[in-house]
């Protein structure tokens, strides 16, 4: 059992570059579905729609960074065109895999989506969007990388940037443990949904990388199940 007083980052079988593409596929699909049961758009959504709302913005453009399978924005272009806000969708991942999955999906869901392949921490800058959001990506990093990431979100953010992330606690270890091996059959998700956990930060740890990228009004809070909500706009 790992020791959640600090960070315990083990490999994750779903970063090796040379993982099965079959293996990865069903990944990425235990994973959507994850997302789904844990309500991944939902807590984004609420601070998108308000911000939406508070600013009578009814046209906005957003990028996903390390968008993955493309789940998350993919439900939230639903969840705009439902409440009659016009999002212009953009995505980026550095893996050419998860581009062409997200093309697919989109393809299929008849949505509309910039797709671009790109490292999301050394290569240029983000194309400037309005709303700039993050799921499930900085328990990947190493603090220097998380605040390099917020930074790079941050300059090319008009608006706002939201960053949702697993946080690391023993509750939430012992429910992505719980949930990962009931909801999907992918020994991928099996192993790296409790490692993602025990390498998470927490969200008092996410605020303070915040504070040292340079994002000082930036907020956080706790979402249940298992993850955190950093949000930051500018004045």
Known sequence: MPNLSKRNRLPEWMDQPDIDPALHHHALKGLARLNYFS?????????????????????????????????????????????????DFSVVDKSPFAIKLVQSKCKTSNIKMECLEMDVLDGPAFPEHDIIICSLFLHHLDNGEAIKLMQRMAQSARIAIFINDLERSWLNWNMVWVSSHLLTRSPVVHMDGPRSVAGAFTAKEALKLASDAGLKEAEVQSCFPCRFLLSWVKL
């Open 39 to 87: 309500n991944g758009a939902g807590v984004l959504w609420k601070p998108i729609f308000n911000l939406a709302n508070k600013r009578n913005l009814t046209n906005l453009s957003m990028l996903d960074v390390a968008t993955g399978s493309g789940d998350i924005p993919i439900a939230l272009s639903e969840k705009a065109f439902r409440s009659n806000i016009n999002i």
